[in-house]
């Protein structure tokens, strides 16, 4: 895979992460999973929260890592011009 197509799956990880971090949320704050399910509407609601979480930090963490490699390969260039 190039180096583009890693960069957008992971941008679609990130989405998809944050996507589920905020249904979590908003599963949680309805209530309704709570009256319907008890125990087991928080706990479905917790797993989208931390699917969501595993989805997006390693990929931002990967993302910072690029773009620091490409930010000084963009100052070594300045400095020796």
Excluded: Q, W
């Excluded at 589920?20 to 479905?44: E, P, R, T, W």
């Excluded at 490409?70 to 300045?78: D, V």
Aim: glycine letters at 6%; a positive charge; proline letters at 1%.
């Amino acid at each position: 895979m190039t180096e583009k197509n890693i960069i957008r799956t992971l941008k679609v990880f990130i989405i998809l992460g944050i996507c589920l971090i905020i249904l979590g949320h908003s599963l949680l704050a309805s209530n309704y999973l709570d009256k319907s399910l008890g125990v087991h509407g928080i706990m479905i609601s917790a797993a989208c929260i931390a699917v969501g979480v595993l989805f997006s930090l390693p990929t931002k963490i990967y993302l910072t890592i690029l773009l620091m490699k490409l930010e000084s390969e963009l100052t070594t260039k300045n400095t020796h011009v």
